[in-house]
Structures are given as structure tokens and as C-alpha cells.
């Protein structure tokens, strides 16, 4: 008894120091209310100043914090200029590229407060937070204390972030890979609600889906009919611009998961999301759903995203200027 007792303890306080030293700094709520009372509200305030004149940028801030969090976790890094010339955020044409300047700006308003306490991956995840909020979609909670990183690689953009061909298994492997799951993948994918696609990044679906001048069949024919007679003329149109949920792009809403659903997404990792029973059954429930209920979801699928891989405590740095790293 005594001896099972004592092995019993021995137990639990080995389960201590273990769960001690793998303790590490989190991201919290309000990280800088004591370092700098005022960062958020200068953040919020900007972001409302601006979003009211140019609402779309609400779309690349929230592409870009995704994109931030898919490549060595939520550190900033999407934002580091490559010194390489094939810079992925230089390539043009890059609708993304919108947001990279705002970022800049919204970073030197906050450095001036407090110079250097602030991330550039904070920045974005707040920016992000608060543009897609001011445009009247969800709000969801931003934790910060993240740190920012000091490597940008093209080469593990390119493997990480899903592509607009990838089917269902790609994404979900992707999306596993950051510690998010299929319902992750229907939610976060709702942010095509919002925001614009170059005809490049689905023309092969309308011109040459296999190699035979063929059509993707499960993109609805009448819509494809539309999308070539009026929008993308050719399979080379890399200027056109296309709205994801056509009509309906300025309201953060179900109805991309009914264009979804109607076989109208317009890439195929969109229409991929009706090739798995799980993911087809979440569109549905959603669309009989209500909306807050979908704001609910949705809050809870990017909070989750927004804490991937963080560099917290004493990792990374705090980056001077977004685009380079400290030197
Ligand atoms: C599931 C895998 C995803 C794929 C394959 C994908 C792919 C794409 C592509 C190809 C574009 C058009 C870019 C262009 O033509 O320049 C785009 C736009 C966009 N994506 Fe995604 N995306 C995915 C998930 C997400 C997620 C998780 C979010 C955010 C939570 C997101 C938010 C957006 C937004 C807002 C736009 C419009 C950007 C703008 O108007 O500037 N996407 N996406
Ligand atoms: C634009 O930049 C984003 C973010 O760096 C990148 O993921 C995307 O592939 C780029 N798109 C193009 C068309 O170059
Ligand atoms: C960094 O990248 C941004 C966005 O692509 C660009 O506007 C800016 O000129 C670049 N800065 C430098 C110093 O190269
Ligand atoms: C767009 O297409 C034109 C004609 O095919 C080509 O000359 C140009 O380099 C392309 N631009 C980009 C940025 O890919
Ligand atoms: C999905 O794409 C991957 C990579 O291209 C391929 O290996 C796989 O066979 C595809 N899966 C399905 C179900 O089509
Ligand atoms: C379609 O793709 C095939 C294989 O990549 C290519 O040989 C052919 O020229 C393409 N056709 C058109 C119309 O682009």
C-alpha cells in the first residue's frame, strides 16, 4: 500500500517537471496592455479610418495572415521582401500585394507609439481581425505576443500553402500538417466570401482542364459559359479580375458555400470541398444554418490558425520594419 502510494507520487511529480519544462510562453489577450497601452486601439482606429474608403483590402489582410500562418507558423514572415528577385510577394501580378502597404503603415504608426515592442505577425493578425470586422463580418478574438520570425522561403511557400488545384486529400493533408481539420478547411475556406481572383488561378478549368482543350465537368457548364464569354477570354488572361462570390463579395456571408454547393466555386479546391462526405455535409449544415452560427464557427477555426507554429518569450525578434529583418 505504503510502497504504491510512494510510486504513485513519484508519478505525478515526474508528470510536473515534465509539464514545467515544456511550458513555454503563450500567447495572451491584451500581451501589450502594460508594454503599450496603446497599440490596439491605434491598429482598430487605422484600420476603421481606412477600411471605410477601401473595403476590399479586408480581403488581402486576411489572405495574407493565412498565408503568414501556413509557412512557419504566424511569424511575420510573409511579409520579409525576399532578397531573391523571384520574391514571391514581389511577383506581379499579386492581388495580395494590396495589403503589404497598409501593413507598412499601420507598423510605423505603432513603432512611433512605442518603438520596437510590437510584432509585424501581431500587426497582421490584429489588421486582419479587426478590416474583415469593420467591413460588418465576424469578429473573433486575437491573443498576441507572437514574435517575429526571420526567414521567408519560397520554396516552403510553395509546398505548404494549399493551391487552388489541390483536391480534397492535398488540402487535407495541408491543413493536418498545421494542426486543422476538415471543419477547419470548410470554415476557413468561407473567406472566398469576400475578395477577387485573377482568371490565371482557374482558367484551366474553362480551357484545358486535362491537356484536351477540355472543360472541368464538375464546374456547373452554364456558369463556365459565363466565366469564358464575359470574364476570362482566354486561357492566358492573367489581368481580369473575377469575384469569387460573384454579386455578393462585400458581405462576409453563406453564400460562397451556396455557389459552392451549386458547383460554382471557382477553384477546384473550392468545389473539392463536396468530394468528401465530411466536408460536404459541413457546406450543408452551414448553409441551414444561421450566419451567426457561422461567424461563431468561423471565429473559432481562425482563432485555432492564429496560434500556429507562434515564436513567443524570448524566440524570434521584434522586427523594426515588416519588409526586412533586423540586422
Ligand atoms: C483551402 C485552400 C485555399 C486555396 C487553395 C486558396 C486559393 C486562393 C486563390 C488562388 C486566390 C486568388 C488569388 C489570385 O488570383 O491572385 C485566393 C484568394 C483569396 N483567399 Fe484563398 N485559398 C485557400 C484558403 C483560404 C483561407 C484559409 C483564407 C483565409 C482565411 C483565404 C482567403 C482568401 C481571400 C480573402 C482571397 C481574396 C483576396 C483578394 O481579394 O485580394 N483563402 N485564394
Ligand atoms: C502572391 O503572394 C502570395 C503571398 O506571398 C503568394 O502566396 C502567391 O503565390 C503570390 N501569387 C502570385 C500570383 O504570384
Ligand atoms: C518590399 O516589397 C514591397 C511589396 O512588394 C515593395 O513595394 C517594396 O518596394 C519593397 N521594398 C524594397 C526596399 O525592396
Ligand atoms: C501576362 O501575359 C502576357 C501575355 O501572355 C505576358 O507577356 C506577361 O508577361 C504576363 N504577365 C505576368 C505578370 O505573368
Ligand atoms: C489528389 O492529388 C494528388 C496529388 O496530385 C494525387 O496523388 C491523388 O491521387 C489525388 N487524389 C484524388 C482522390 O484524386
Ligand atoms: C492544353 O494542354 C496541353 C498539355 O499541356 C497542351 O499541349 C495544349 O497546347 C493546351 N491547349 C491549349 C488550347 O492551351
Redesign the pocket.
Known sequence: MKMRNQSHCIKVLILCILAAGSTHAQLQLGFYTKSCPKAEQIIANFVHEHIRNAP?L???L??M??HDCFVRGCDGSVLLNSTSKQAEKDAP????V??FDFIDRVKSLVEAECPGVVSCADILALSARDSVAATGGPYWKVPTGRRDGVISNLVEARSQ??????NITV?QK??QDQGLDLKD?VL?????T?????????SNRLYNFTGKGDQDPSLDSEYAKNLKTFKCKNINDNTT?VE?DPGS?KTFDLSYYNQVSKRRGL?E??AALLNNAVTKSLVTQLLQGSIENFYAEFAKS?EK?GKIKVKTGSEGEIRKQCAFVNS
Open positions: 476590399s479586408a480581403a488581402p486576411i489572405r495572415h493565412f501580378p499579386n492581388l495580395t494590396r495589403g500553402i494549399p493551391a487552388p488545384f489541390h488540402l495541408l491543413f478547411l476557413l475556406s468561407g473567406a472566398h469576400i475578395g477577387i481572383s485573377l482568371c490565371t488561378s482557374f479580375i469569387m463579395r477553384f479546391s473550392d481562425i490558425m
